[in-house]
């Protein structure tokens, strides 16, 4: 999944990418520079809560920005500085979320023949 | 990207056989050819060409008045001179005009086919991306501050144009015999493209003088509108009337974000409707928790997509102001303008 998001955090201004799942709990994290807390050990559940029907979401902060989309696997979560290219976040985000799809469960016969 | 190229010489036995031994390279370049200058002013015009190759002695214009022509109409269009009458002083002239190579004849295909190979090359020295999306791209151009070149293909239709920025600002464009707003419309209503970008920008004057995501936009309505389809579509923004300003004693926060958008950004900011609602506040308040865990101060603005036909961007106050927009709406400019 690291190498997934590379061109992501290749881009400049780029602090750190997160993904969550829908319940919250934290599926992958990679960040540039230290975070003052390990995102793990927050509950996320009620903030996943709340942004349940958002599919995109971009927030500005005074010292930073954080974009938020929602994918197959839950939200990813990208930090940023506040002069961040975000267009070229998005760009990459559209070009790289389709390939992040959940692994197939094989069905019928062919789970039960490990190969 | 397949080049179109410009072959201009008055002996039509060797432009016959110039544009059957360049055959061999018509997966790089397709060839057009003219036999004087007039004619090949008119094939310039109806055509997006990407290089000129020229003899020097014709009628009714000769090779000199086709160049300046071109360094006056398209100075982005590099120039191959070929002549049979070559000196010295010529070369040196036709350089001083403008031209980028010079053969002298008789010649044979493979150089020239060499030469052309390597100036195009030159166009895409920023490199080349497929199947994008236009608007997106030319986007981030202006919001890289870019100055280049882009050249463009529709994939659909196989059409071709060009785009000058400068600093992020679109200059000029160009399309078939458009040009200026007529042609970037046109350009902006290509959903899949394939583009090239060279880093450098020959226009030297700002012919569009507009706000590129405001061509955008308009590109896009033109284009629902030819499609029949804008019933169907969200509603088209709104004009918002700049709101003269009042004197009052109280301060209006609806007015003041309705009237910054609308100085800023005039009828094409995609905006529907400003109002207050504390509706949102919660929302507010988690995402406000998400900068203090991350330690990046307050929540200036939020920008919104539930997926419902218009967007909303948030801007933090005693009650929520709440901008809807349409998806189209250029949100970083109205974020920025917040903020």
């Known amino acids: 999944m690291k190498e997934l998001f590379n061109d992501i955090m290749c881009v400049e201004g780029i602090k750190g990418i997160l993904l969550f799942s829908f319940h919250g709990e934290v599926i992958f994290k990679s960040f540039l520079s230290s975070v003052p807390e390990d995102p793990e050990t927050r509950d996320w559940a009620l903030f996943f809560d709340a942004i349940n029907k958002i599919k995109e979401s971009d927030l500005i902060f005074e010292d930073g920005r954080i974009y938020i989309r929602r994918t197959e696997l839950g939200f990813l979560v ?22 992040l799809k959940p692994a197939k469960t094989s069905k019928g016969l062919g789970r039960f023949f490990k190969r | 990207m397949i080049k179109n190229v410009l072959i201009v010489d008055d002996d039509k036995d060797l432009l016959v056989s110039i544009k059957e031994g360049l055959g061999k390279y018509n997966e790089t370049f397709s060839v057009f050819t003219s036999d004087n200058g007039l004619d090949a002013i008119e094939k310039l015009k ?9 003899d020097l002695k014709m009628v009714p214009m000769d090779g000199f008045g086709l160049l300046s022509h071109v360094m006056e109409n398209y100075p982005d269009i590099p120039v191959i001179i070929i002549t049979g009458y070559s000196t010295p002083e010529m070369e040196n002239l036709a350089k001083k005009g403008g031209a980028v190579g010079y053969i002298s004849k008789p010649f044979i295909i493979k150089d020239l086919a060499v030469k052309m190979i390597t100036t195009l090359r030159k166009e895409a020295d920023g490199g080349t991306l497929h199947n ?203 974020m920025h303008i917040l903020n």
């Open chain 2, 132 to 334: 994008v999306s236009s608007g997106m791209f030319l986007q981030l151009v202006e919001m890289e501050q870019k100055t280049c070149t882009i050249r463009l293909e529709d994939t659909s239709s196989g059409r071709k144009g060009v785009l000058f920025f400068k600093e992020g600002e679109l200059y000029d464009a160009r399309m078939n015999d458009l040009q200026g707003k007529d042609a970037a419309y046109e350009i902006f209503s290509w959903e899949q493209v394939v583009l090239s970008i060279q880093n450098v920008c020959q226009v030297k004057e700002n012919k569009i003088q507009s706000d590129l995501q405001g061509l955008i936009l308009d590109a896009m309505r033109v284009k629902d509108e030819k499609n029949g389809a804008a019933e169907e579509l969200p509603a088209a923004p709104e004009n918002i009337p700049v709101i003269e300003e009042v004197k009052t004693e109280k301060y209006d926060p609806v007015s003041s974000v309705r009237n910054s958008i609308a100085k800023n950004l005039g009828d094409r900011s995609g905006v529907e409707d400003v109002y207050l609602d504390s509706s949102w506040n919660g929302l507010l308040s988690h995402m406000s928790r998400l900068g203090a865990f991350f330690k990046i101060g307050e929540i200036k603005s939020v920008f919104v997509d539930t997926g419902e036909p218009h967007n909303f961007i948030l801007k933090k106050g005693e009650e929520t102001i709440v901008i809807s927009v349409s998806p189209k709406c250029p949100r970083d400019k109205i």
């Open chain 2, 46 to 54: 109806k055509n997006t060409i990407s290089l000129v190759v020229t």
């Open chain 1, 78 to 99: 990208i930090l940023m500085s506040s002069f961040a290219p975000v267009a070229l976040v998005r760009l990459n985000c559209d070009v790289l979320l389709p390939s």
